[in-house]
């Protein structure tokens, strides 16, 4: 089950939309999200949805991995159709059987709001899906940077960011090993009531928990001695350019806005 | 007196001075060391090894002597200029990866310090190269075997060009192979940089490559001296907590079943070379 689900992960590929600037895609992602208002009636939707699968088709990801990866966002998203249909009660009277009456302005809506969730979360997945953690990170730190000037800790908060990323796969590798040591004493989490796996987790926690401290005072020592002593006058190894393809993507973007905004009513 | 690279000057450090009951952790220690020089620091578990790294690149101060590092006193002025020319290896390979990939952890010291970008991008790789490390720079660490990583680790401390590398128990927690792996890194580069190194181990058998070992026993340094001086020791150090090498430990096993070994030996080499001219003899 979680090896499917594509939420948050990172498919590594070489596509148009893997190349762009990370900077350019996370502020794709937000006008996006801003734009996606615009829309209000079958046309504007319409263009929305042939747009995100434009975008979908040119990130090379197959449509159908995206949609077998993000099942329980459908669930929530047939969900969603559902109370819309059931409660919107304005329009003609479309259906009426037994005690579920459903109005044409029910229907609209269900279509319109389920569309709208979707395209948000294909955008947003597809952010996630061609970029890696660390450039996200690199690209929320730059796109952050003026905030420094109220005294935002920008660097440390991307440090932060960066450092926990790297440090998942190794806690996970500990958390496995502490499991089978609690296994191996009689510990058993994989059955019994509730009650019992929460108490069962306790002494998995614990260790987790020391050893992260230790290792954090040992990251902290060996960051010390390489020199760190925060982001003033640091310098950056990875670097991001901005092609003319990102500046493309944004003006596709207002393009986009444009049209919405003609078919508006 | 030349006081060298580096030298401790009657130093003596302790965890808690307000505690009247805790003894130092170091005490009264001094020594010197020359550029190019190999050093092991050697001892038993809280002897005081860590510590002394710890006060050589200013993560401590002494409470009492001097340290003083390519002349200068450590200071907390001269404090980051140092940390520059000097690099450090810690034990475990997992809790000194600060980057995402191989390339980015390497450049990490390079990074704070300013660096430009061009010249970062060369030495990074000048820096791989040395370790032999250079096809794995998009690597992440969960994919590198823990020897890597203590490479890689090595390549981070030396991508400042620094003239001295402090391995603090780099090699005990790897297997075999990690350990040749790293042992062959730092002889190499000794050879081909001339750096200096100060090793510090348990592992006696890795001393016996150094120049001059240094024995600490609860905080004070016992003795110093070339590996054979040191080694005559036998079982004064033994009763230190130290093992000694094998092959010296089978040469005493020999002697005391009566065979007739002339010399001592430290490596392995030695004593098979010994034990076929004996044989032949006899
Ligand atoms: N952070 C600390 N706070 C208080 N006491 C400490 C601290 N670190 C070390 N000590 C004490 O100082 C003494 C020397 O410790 P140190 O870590 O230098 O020994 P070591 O020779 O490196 O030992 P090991 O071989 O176990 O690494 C020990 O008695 C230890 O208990
Ligand atoms: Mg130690």
Do not use: C
């Amino acid at each position: 089950m979680m090896e499917k689900m594509i939420f948050g992960r990172f498919i590594p590929g070489d596509s148009l939309v893997h190349r762009m600037d990370p900077r350019a895609k996370i502020l794709f992602v937000f006008l996006f999200i801003a734009i996606v208002f615009v829309a209000n009636n079958a046309i504007g939707y319409a263009i929305l949805l042939g747009f995100t699968l434009l975008v979908v088709f040119l990130s090379k990801i197959r449509l159908y991995f995206l949609i077998n990866g993000l099942k329980p966002v459908f669930i929530l998203l047939v969900f969603t159709f559902f109370l819309h249909l059931f409660f919107t009660r304005e329009g003609d009277l479309l259906l009426s059987i037994w005690v579920i009456d459903i109005y044409e302005e029910g229907l609209r809506q269900g279509i319109f709001i389920s569309t709208r969730f979707l395209v948000l979360v294909f955008i947003t997945s597809i952010l996630t899906l061609t970029t890696s953690p660390i450039s996200i990170t690199d690209g929320i730190e730059i796109l952050l940077g003026p905030f420094k000037k109220i005294k935002l800790p920008v660097h440390e908060l991307a440090l932060m960011m960066s450092i926990s990323l790297r440090f998942i796969p190794t806690l996970m590798d500990e958390t496995g090993k502490i499991l089978k040591a609690q296994m191996a004493r009689g510990s058993d989490i994989g059955s019994g009531p509730m009650k019992e796996r929460v108490k069962a987790v306790v002494p998995l926690l614990i260790p987790l928990f020391v050893s992260a401290f230790k290792r954090a005072e040992d990251l902290a020592t060996a960051m010390e001695v390489r020199g760190y002593r925060g982001g003033e006058g640091r310098t950056r190894y990875r670097q991001l350019n901005w092609r003319i393809a990102d500046t493309l993507s944004l003006v596709l973007l207002a393009g986009l806005t444009a049209i919405l905004w003609y078919f508006r009513t | 007196m030349n006081s060298g690279i580096l030298s401790f000057e009657n130093v003596t450090f302790t965890y808690n001075a307000e505690d009247e009951k805790v003894r130092p952790a170091v005490a009264n220690v001094s020594f010197s060391i020359q550029q190019g020089e190999w050093i092991a620091l050697v001892g038993h578990n809280g002897s005081g090894k860590s510590t002394i790294a710890k006060l050589m690149n200013g993560l401590l101060f002494p409470g009492e002597g001097n340290v003083k590092v390519m002349g200068q006193a450590m200071t907390e002025e001269t404090l980051w200029e140092i940390r520059s020319q000097m690099g450090m290896v810690f034990q475990n390979p997992d809790n000194q990866f600060v980057g995402a990939t191989v390339q980015d952890d390497v450049a990490f010291a390079l990074e704070n310090n300013g660096v430009p970008h061009e010249i970062m991008v060369e030495r990074v790789h000048e820096a791989l190269s040395q370790v032999k490390m250079e096809d794995y720079k998009d690597h992440e660490p969960h994919h590198l075997s823990g020897g890597q990583k203590q490479r890689v680790a090595i390549a981070g401390a030396l991508a400042m060009r620094p003239k001295l590398l402090i391995l603090d128990e780099a090699t005990s927690m790897l297997d075999p192979q990690g350990r040749t792996e790293v042992i062959e890194t730092i002889r190499r580069l000794r050879e081909s940089t001339g750096l200096t190194v100060i090793s510090i181990t348990h592992d006696l058998e890795e001393a016996a490559l150094a120049e001059r070992i240094i024995v600490m026993n609860q905080g004070r340094k016992h003795v110093e001296g070339s590996p054979t001086d040191v080694f005559k020791r036998g079982n004064e150090l033994t009763e230190m907590g130290l093992d000694l090498p094998f092959a010296m430990r089978m040469t005493h096993l020999l002697q005391e079943a009566g065979v007739n070994l002339q010399e001592e030996h430290m490596t392995d080499d030695e004593l098979v070379d010994e034990l076929w001219k004996f044989y032949s003899k006899a």
